[in-house]
């Protein structure tokens, strides 16, 4: 069975930094794009960073400079560093994996895997 777990979020005050997780259990992930959206209460889910399994990245423009996304094909777990956080990048954050790339995996449409989510809170 293909999981996608995400861990590290939690309450933090604007500012701080928080890294999560991803770790893909159930095959390999080593041909597939992995990246994160979030959605916060009461609007759509948003496309925040990907990264190719070659090591191509891609950013949303509210989050370049602050966060990085990152992979370990060893271990089939992504991260992604949150630097400089925001009242409004409060969400829960998905993982997500697929063998499409660039605009197609940031669309969010006919994603192959999900994760169940981890809820990030930035006070003010």
């Known amino acids: 069975q293909v999981q996608l777990v995400e861990s590290g979020g939690g309450l933090v005050q604007a500012g701080d930094s928080l890294r999560l997780s991803c770790a893909a259990s159930?095959?390999?992930?080593?041909?597939?794009?992995m990246g994160w959206f979030r959605q916060a209460p009461g609007k759509e889910r948003e496309f925040v960073a990907l990264?190719?399994?070659?090591?191509?990245?891609r950013y949303v423009d509210s989050v370049k400079d602050r966060f990085t996304i990152s992979r370990d094909s060893a271990k089939d777990t992504a991260y992604l560093q949150m630097n400089s956080l925001k009242p409004e990048d409060t969400a829960v954050y998905y993982c997500?994996?697929?063998?499409?790339?660039?605009?197609?995996?940031?669309?969010?449409?006919?994603?192959?895997?999900w994760g169940k989510g981890t809820l990030v809170t930035v006070s003010s």
């Open positions: 997500a994996a697929d063998l499409s790339v660039g605009s197609q995996f940031s669309s969010g449409v006919n994603i192959r895997y």
């Open positions: 159930g095959r390999t992930f080593n041909y597939y794009s």
């Open positions: 990264i190719h399994w070659g090591g191509g990245t």
